[in-house]
């Protein structure tokens, strides 16, 4: 059974940093590449930051999403929070394309930005 846990939520000051992780199980049948999204009430849920490959380190501004080979916990770094990042975010994990369709999504932890 596919499992995907996120950890590391919580409040943060403005200006603060946060890492978030999401460890992921019981991927057989998935050849997978991880994402990570975020929602706030009323809007749609949406991309933060997403892996092209199944590793490696790839930053997006203020966003820097990392897993390494063979490792089955992705982390989402996030800098220079502002209350604008005040959201839930979950961890996603899709298939690699060209490989056949999986999607699976986590249970979501929520960043409060505040002071």
């Known amino acids: 059974q596919v499992q995907l846990v996120e950890s590391g939520g919580g409040l943060v000051q403005p200006g603060g940093s946060l890492r978030l992780s999401c460890a992921a199980s019981?991927?057989?049948?998935?050849?997978?590449?991880m994402n990570w999204y975020r929602q706030v009430p009323g809007k749609e849920r949406e991309l933060v930051a997403g892996?092209?490959?199944t590793h490696g380190t790839y930053s997006y501004g203020r966003f820097t999403i990392s897993k390494a080979i063979g490792d089955y916990v992705v982390y989402l770094q996030m800098n220079d929070l502002t209350p604008e990042d005040t959201a839930v975010y979950y961890c996603n994990a899709e298939n690699k394309p060209g490989s056949p369709k999986c999607n699976y999504w986590g249970q979501g932890t929520q960043v409060t930005v505040s002071t």
């Open positions: 019981g991927f057989t049948y998935c050849n997978y590449v």
């Open positions: 892996m092209p490959d």
